[in-house]
């Protein structure tokens, strides 16, 4: 319980003074003109306050992220935790952070023209594919795992709840933000973090944290499974996600000052951490341990479980529901994010709805064709992909920093650590190439000392062309 304690006390600490250190070397400047204010056109470039700003961007990076994941993660016990608190502070509230201020910085641009910008046409050209994959992915995962739910404390069954979710994601996609989501969110933002409270406390007051377990050198997963790169994988919303890159440009069009950075971005990964933290404690706690959890059934199951039983009838039903609507606010943000990254490629102007529809409904029949496939497959595939684009995310982050001669240690030594995570488990896992767990650990150490020699050569030979222009001057 202790540890616990400890985990929550660092993730706000890391807010106040971490968040601070990231916002001052990224030196912002409260008198730039936000794109919400310089190309305002009533669709997607919409001024919005700080505090609407951040509850949607909450929302819509959360989904059953950081309750799903955070659930199947606290499997490996305490180590859930130090994953938790150390990846939101120092790599995933750093990647939303740099994410959303280099968007806002260029004119509220895609992630994949970002990531193009700062580390060439060719990762540009790479990450506009990644990106819409991933985004089809999340939309897949975001509308089976509410159907899932809703269908089984109701009596409605999974197909018509399917199709409820892709109408509502078809609408809310191609609206102005300003008329649905801007109005809804921060309500479902507020919703959620309301819910995690509820559980934190009930957990106490139950007496359920008694049981949660200290943190020990001790891998508590049932069948061993190995806590690197295992856990840094699975538990991905809670801690760092790729995802959020796509979702930031969507509010980064939205901020009306520089300022507001650091409470929107930052600020929202860290909330998700602390529902994370919380949902990883109470799985570890009311099962009576990792192996009890184990045998609890689907994180729907466990949050349906846990939700009746600490918070009753009533209080329980609110939470399931809760639950259900944060995936399908993520996934409509998802296929928004997708619009917008496809229109960008192709110059595709979004004030017509004509066009809006053009580009939705391929990406929607895609997405409905993904969720008739086994869940559990999609989201393997979707976790390597949303860790793979985050740490692409972070290299572009660190060029930009080192670039403008900014202390870019912030996100090369988290962009390291994810280059070894993403590559040692494709290799290790069962849906990569199977590879054995010690020849796919020193592959990834490789892989990860490789790309970050390069990224020291590449930053000293700019730093010599940039001199010898200079000179030349």
Request: hydrophobic share 50%; charged share 10%; with cysteine.
């Amino acid at each position: 319980m202790i540890s616990f304690f400890i985990a929550i006390i660092a993730l706000i600490l890391g807010y106040i003074f971490y968040g601070k250190l990231t916002e001052k070397i990224f030196k912002i400047n409260p008198s730039n003109i936000t794109p919400a204010n310089r190309l305002k056109d009533g669709v997607d470039y919409v001024p919005l306050s700080k505090n609407k700003a951040l509850l949607i961007q909450f929302i819509s990076i959360a989904g059953t992220g950081p309750i799903f994941g955070a659930i199947q993660g606290a499997m490996w016990g305490p180590a859930a935790f130090i994953w938790i608190v150390f990846g939101c502070i120092f790599a995933g509230a750093v990647h939303d952070y740099l994410s959303g201020m280099l968007s806002l910085r260029n004119d509220g641009a895609t992630i994949a023209e970002v990531v193009g910008k700062y580390l060439g046409n060719t990762a540009k050209n790479v990450m506009r594919i990644f990106s819409v994959i991933l985004l089809i992915l999340v939309g897949a995962v975001f509308t089976t795992s509410p159907a899932d739910l809703l269908s089984s404390v109701t009596s409605i069954n999974k197909e018509m709840w399917l199709l409820i979710i892709v109408i509502y994601f078809i609408i809310a996609t191609i609206i102005p933000i300003d008329k649905l989501i801007a109005k809804l969110y921060p309500i479902f933002g507020a919703g959620m973090i309301l819910m995690a409270i509820s559980i934190g406390v009930s957990m106490f007051t139950s007496k359920t944290a008694l049981n949660i377990p200290e943190f020990q050198f001790t891998n508590f997963h049932p069948k061993g499974q190995n806590i690197l790169p295992y856990l840094c994988i699975t538990i991905a919303c809670g801690a760092i996600s790729g995802f959020h890159a796509t979702q930031s440009p969507l509010i980064a069009r939205c901020l009306k000052n520089e300022e507001h950075g650091r409470a929107v971005f930052y600020g929202a990964m860290i909330a998700e951490g602390v529902v994370a933290l919380i949902w990883a404690a109470i799985a570890m706690s009311f099962f009576n341990g990792t192996e009890g959890l184990s045998k609890a059934g689907a994180p729907s199951i466990v949050v349906n479980t846990i939700s009746n039983s600490l918070l009753g009838p009533i209080g329980g039903a609110l939470a399931i529901i809760c639950v259900a609507i944060c995936p399908i606010s993520s996934g409509d943000t998802a296929y928004r994010s997708a619009r917008l990254a496809i229109s960008d490629a192709f110059k595709i102007d979004q004030s017509k709805l004509k066009n809006r529809f053009l580009i939705a409904i391929p990406l929607f029949a895609v997405g409905i064709s993904l969720c008739f496939i086994d869940f559990t497959i999609i989201w393997r595939y979707f976790a390597w992909a949303n860790q793979t684009l985050a740490t692409f995310v972070l290299w572009a982050g660190a060029s930009y920093l080192a670039k403008n001669k900014s202390f870019h240690w912030i996100a090369t030594i988290p962009a390291t650590f994810m280059t070894f995570i993403v590559t040692s488990y494709i290799l290790v896992a069962d849906e990569g190439f199977n590879i054995n767990y010690t020849i796919s650990t020193i592959t990834g150490l490789f892989v990860a000392i490789s790309f970050f020699i390069l990224f020291i050569k590449s930053n000293i030979n700019f730093k010599k062309s940039a001199i010898s222009n200079k000179k030349i001057r």
